[in-house]
């Protein structure tokens, strides 16, 4: 008895990690691994990293920052760098699929993480986009 317990205790648990198949597949488990820095710690910046990835999903050379908030401190930018690079130390290697992984290996990600808040669209309608009413 106690190894048929054991047996079906340790089936689902043992399960691989979801395998990811899609480009927006990898965005999107980039973006669960992020932990932005705390507000006492750095103001809200965005950030966009470029990085590569090998066809087993694990990361390709160094990651890069191409864009940070022009307002972000100097402090602003290290806190963001750093949670960057966790972000991506916690995600990879990234479960791609064998397709997945022959696609992108050797191209580069651009990823954005958005920390900013920003107004909301206006909903005011312009009278050039209105249909002319005779």
Not at 14 to 32: C, G, K, S, Y
Not at 89 to 105: D, W
């Amino acid at each position: 008895a106690p190894l048929v317990a054991w047996l079906a205790l340790s089936g689902p648990a043992a399960a691989e990690p979801e395998q990811l198949n899609t480009i927006r597949d990898v965005v999107l488990a980039i973006h669960r691994c992020w932990r932005p820095p705390p507000p006492d710690k750095a103001g809200p910046v965005d950030i966009t990293v470029i990085v590569s990835f090998n066809r087993e999903g694990a990361i390709l050379g160094h990651p890069r920052i191409s864009y940070e908030s022009e307002e972000a401190t100097d402090n602003d930018r290290i806190a963001y760098r750093v949670a960057v690079m966790e972000a991506l130390q916690r995600c990879t290697p990234m479960p791609f699929t064998e397709s997945l992984g022959g696609a992108v290996a050797g191209r580069p990600f651009a990823i954005p993480f958005r920390n900013k808040k920003y107004p909301p669209r206006s909903q005011e309608k312009r009278a050039w986009l209105l249909p002319k009413i005779l």
